[in-house]
């Protein structure tokens, strides 16, 4: 009996604080790590499989990096954890009263709640455009902008009509923050310099890409001088940057600037986020992008046992709201964990003070924009800033060797690696060409058919 | 106007000849290559936009390499190339009389046709087991079989009931050739090593693997001894191999096997291939497999400028049909390439003859068979042989090296890198938890329920 006898010793130090965490982005993800001493079981609910590294995702959608480079499964970075589980499940909802989280499939008790369920895309009330300008959260978004944009290329050069041609060479990306900025630079950067060499009939370089912003100047979230670098960094990669305009139409065959129409048949959704619909379910009161509003120490009113942190939650912090940021979820997370740790201690709960270390945002090839404190570095240096804290932050050490050994060769063979254009939908014989935004049919324009011609 | 007559100078030299490679598989880009000094227009028509390594594709499958380790762009190869076209585009059909290839969408003229348009899988007439088993073609297939397999660890993990939760936890690979050893192998090798112990409610490491293979042997295309080593290895790693045995129906809750049920729900399809439909498009005879039986030199009868190449070819040699495997795909599409440089040259046509320089096949860590010329391998040798010839051959050095480096990763962490789930559908709220082949609805199993009951 000696050895049932021990197990049950082991048992009886099971802990019996339950914390739940929802979402395992920036915010649950430091939840959890300051968790990592906590005397409590800890249950990580997440729809996603893996963690995703989201200020890289642009990367995916612009054929630079592999899904896997930016991702990791929860359960490799939770793994060894005692007393941690992870559950691949859908929150519906939140019952505060029964302290229960509620999935499609069943439901799970807490003591200690974190809702770190982030945000999603936001068409501004018009979510026909969806299926027009596809946006940018999840690795599945990624692919899909990765295949439109391979695609119209593809499209274009196989096009006979020239004014359809321009068209397709024609992409119009809505939105001047950070990821606007990014994907219009790096679009710019593949027509030039990867696909450049790779067509028959068409030039890539002559790609048109515009950038439409609504707001006065590109990464309003900048001081103003940053903007001005942008703009110009933008401009210097042939991005037609627009900014104080509104779209008002989006459809397959472009978008309405005011009156004026621009024909792009490729169209990237990076302009409005909205909170997701879980924080309406706590009960809380919430701002108009539906993030809930909390206490200081990152609580929800009436609910000490409830912390919202990430996107997902609006604090203002010296007049202003804290920015929906990589750093500030990670931050909070923290910060919520330290929080329960003390409630669990007996002690009471310290108000959250975000700390902004800086803002920075790629341009393209050598072309950045950062500021670092009172250090403000625009060009090549700040893109080396920013390589160098991208992957200093990359979780886990094999990517972060995976993803400099690509952008090392990227950067010197101006290829990229992830090229491949891969069905939206599965099975064999489903191309891209089966689409059903397709050049109307006609005659082949083959090499040999332009030759006659010359 | 000299630079006007300066380029109709050149222009004049633009070749009369037009040769059409129809696939850019391993037979396609063997005769692209073999055409690299022929005065001649080319045109590859493909309907994807890259070129795959197969033999590798199983990897992919099991989360062991991305989609982009394995595949290059077809563009990417034929950079550079003069007077040479790369064309997306689905064949719906060839022409012989007016010598046209028409796709869906346009024609394109030929004066030699190369059709390297390979195989797909093949249900022996029961197209309805596709749903249930997916085989393994494609990136998608492999993307597809990556999500159900790493899906069934997790809705297992879900699982309350002990019975349903072992049916998630079998997996029945039918087929016993070099991919369903392949497939068998490494499902056993990522449940016992890399997701082993990142569960909290299973152990991955029982999952079963049945291996089922109607002929008398694995590996059939081998020796006897390969074979029995094969079975031996594979049993090693906990495959359960079963020979000589059919399956009799497939669906969402397992397989038939003669009038036993073996309960998988996940079922992965590696037995048949059928020959491209275009095949039979030419008017020749063809196999029951639907392959062209062509002349010698490969040519189909009555069209000497009509070239069939790998897995389409049907051609004996000493008595037997010429295995469908990559070398024979390569080396017709090079022999192919060599007639059609002859025929504009006035020689005759040569016969083709394979060269067989031996097979392997991986089953799993440390473990493989091959036999070259009259050197047998297996275990460690063969799989450090398998291993050096597959890095070999892997086209593009990038790849190479990154191959290279995620292999030795995986080696020695017993961690694969592309361990995501991403959804079959688009859009970010799509998870694999809602798909069809969900468990029922229950209560949630959380470690905090478990601990209760201990």
């Known amino acids: 009996m000696f050895g049932w006898g021990w197990k049950r010793r082991l048992e009886a130090r099971k802990p019996d604080v339950r914390v739940v965490v929802i979402g395992a982005g920036f915010g649950g993800l430091a939840a959890i790590r300051g968790l990592r001493k906590a005397p409590a079981r800890i249950s990580v609910i997440d729809r996603k499989n893996h963690h995703l590294f989201q200020p890289l995702l ?4 612009t054929a630079g990096l592999n899904p896997s480079d930016i991702a990791r499964p929860i359960r490799r970075i939770v793994r060894g954890r005692k007393w941690a589980e992870v559950l691949l499940a859908d929150v519906t909802g939140i019952d505060t009263e029964r302290r229960v989280v509620t999935l499609a499939d069943g439901e799970v008790p807490y003591d200690y709640l974190i809702v770190a369920a982030g945000a999603t895309h936001s068409y501004f009330g018009n979510p ?4 027009f300008a596809p946006g940018l959260k999840s690795i599945e978004d990624a692919l899909e902008i990765r295949r439109r944009m391979l ?10 009509d020239e004014a359809t041609r321009r068209e397709w060479l024609t992409f119009a990306v809505v939105g001047g923050g950070p990821t606007g900025v990014e994907l219009a630079g790096t679009l710019r950067d593949v027509a ?6 790779d067509f028959t009939h068409i030039d890539p370089s ?7 912003e609504g707001g006065p100047r590109v990464l309003g979230g900048f001081e103003p001088e940053a903007s001005e670098s942008a703009r110009k960094q933008l401009e210097r990669l ?3 940057v627009r900014t104080g305009e509104r779209v008002t139409r989006i459809d397959a065959d472009g978008v309405m600037v005011g009156d004026e129409r621009i024909a792009a048949r490729t169209v990237l959704w990076a302009a409005g986020v909205a909170a997701s619909p879980l924080g309406r379910t706590l009960g809380a009161p919430t701002d108009r992008a539906g993030r809930v509003m909390v206490h200081p120490d990152l609580t929800v009113p009436g609910h000490p046992e409830i912390h919202v942190v990430g996107d997902l939650a609006h604090l203002e912090q010296d007049g202003a709201p804290i920015p929906g940021v990589a750093p500030a979820a990670t931050q909070m997370g923290a910060h919520a964990a330290r929080n329960i740790v003390r409630a669990m201690e007996g002690e009471p709960p310290l108000p959250f003070r975000y700390v902004d270390k800086g803002s920075m945002a790629a341009i393209g090839r050598g072309a950045a924009v950062a500021q670092l404190g009172r250090l403000k570095l625009s060009g090549v240096l ?3 800033a920013w390589l160098f804290v991208h ?5 886990g050490f094999r990517n972060r060797m995976l993803v400099m050994f690509q952008w090392a060769w990227s950067y010197f063979s101006y290829d990229r690696g992830a090229r491949l254009i891969t069905s939206r939908a599965e099975g064999p014989l489903v191309t891209g060409l089966t689409d059903a935004r397709l050049p109307s049919t006609r005659e082949a324009e083959s090499i040999h058919d332009q030759a006659a011609r010359t």
């Open 58 to 61: 642009y990367q995916v959608a």
């Open 128 to 131: 026909e455009w969806e299926e």
């Open 151 to 160: 695609l119209a290329f593809e499209i274009a050069e196989r096009e006979t």
């Open 192 to 197: 030039r310099m990867t696909l450049a060499k």
């Open 206 to 212: 002559t790609a048109r890409v515009v950038l439409i």
């Open 238 to 240: 042939g991005v037609e």
């Open 382 to 384: 700040a893109w080396l």
């Open 391 to 395: 992957i200093l932050f990359l979780i």
